[in-house]
């Protein structure tokens, strides 16, 4: 898939319960995916984008961008200082 943003493509995830006014709020969507919808995300290509009565063409729209975990954040800086600390005492070993 060789999209980029503002290119339309076909509706991968289609939302239900979304009322049909312009207020109030969309229900928790869960939806199933594959690996080629995994690469999508991970490549920038999946947006959302809400219709409506008043807005045909779409009155919510925005990109979907992975967010890591701040546990993820957390064990990767636990792992960078960690590392930092084994290259040190290494270097202090080698010049005894």
């Known amino acids: 898939?060789?999209?980029?943003?503002?290119?339309?493509?076909?509706?991968?995830?289609?939302?239900?319960?979304?009322p049909a006014i312009t207020s109030g709020s969309i229900p928790e969507q869960t939806f199933a995916i594959n690996a080629t919808q995994v690469g999508y995300l991970e490549s920038g290509f999946l947006c959302i984008n809400v219709h409506d009565a008043v807005f045909p063409g779409g009155e919510i729209r925005g990109q979907l961008v992975l967010v890591p975990e701040p546990a993820t954040v957390v064990l990767l800086g636990l792992g960078e200082a960690g590392l930092t600390v084994l290259a040190r005492r290494r270097r202090a070993g080698a010049g005894q």
């Open 1 to 18: 898939m060789d999209r980029g943003l503002g290119t339309n493509a076909a509706v991968l995830f289609p939302f239900s319960g979304v």
